[in-house]
C-alpha cells in the first residue's frame, strides 16, 4: 500500500523559506514521476514542481519558477520542495503526488497523472 505523508509547512513571512518533505512508503521514489501540488481556499488544486526517475525530468509551474526547487532522495524515498522568496499567492495546502505506470498521461503538472496523494502540508504566507 503506497503512503504518502508531507512535513515542514507552516507560517512564515513573505520572501522566507520553507522546505517541504515527502515521505513515501511502498513505492519506489526513484523509479516513478512524482510532484507537488496546492490548493488554496476556492481554487483548483494546481502542479507546482514535478520529477521523474532519476531526479531528471524537472517541471515547474511559471508562478514558482526562480523560487522553488525539487529534489529526491530515492534511498531514503524521500521528495522535497525547497520554497524561496515566499510569496502571500503561495498560501495554500501542498500535497505530494505519485504516479503509477498504469496511470493514464495528460502532462507533468497535472493532477490527473497521479494516481497516489498525501494528506497535505499547509503553508501560510503573511505580508
Known amino acids: 500500500q503506497v503512503q504518502l505523508v508531507e512535513s515542514g509547512g507552516g507560517s512564515v513571512q513573505s520572501g522566507g523559506s520553507l522546505r517541504l518533505s515527502c515521505a513515501a512508503s511502498?513505492?519506489?521514489?526513484?523509479?516513478?514521476?512524482m510532484a507537488w501540488f496546492r490548493q488554496a481556499p476556492g481554487k483548483e488544486r494546481e502542479g507546482v514542481a514535478s520529477?521523474?526517475?532519476?531526479?531528471?525530468?524537472?517541471n515547474f509551474a511559471d508562478s514558482v519558477k526562480g523560487r522553488f526547487t525539487i529534489s529526491q532522495d530515492s534511498a531514503k524515498q524521500m521528495v522535497y520542495l525547497q520554497m524561496n522568496s515566499l510569496k502571500p499567492e503561495d498560501t495554500a495546502m501542498y500535497y505530494c503526488?505519485?504516479?503509477?505506470?498504469?496511470?493514464?498521461?495528460?502532462?507533468?503538472?497535472?493532477?490527473?497523472?497521479?494516481?497516489?496523494w498525501g494528506q497535505g502540508a499547509q503553508v501560510t504566507v503573511s505580508s
Open positions: 503526488a505519485a504516479r503509477s505506470v498504469k496511470d493514464g498521461w495528460y502532462g507533468f503538472l497535472d493532477r490527473n497523472s497521479y494516481r497516489y
Open positions: 520529477i521523474a526517475y532519476g531526479g531528471g525530468g524537472i
Open positions: 511502498g513505492y519506489n521514489v526513484g523509479q516513478n514521476y
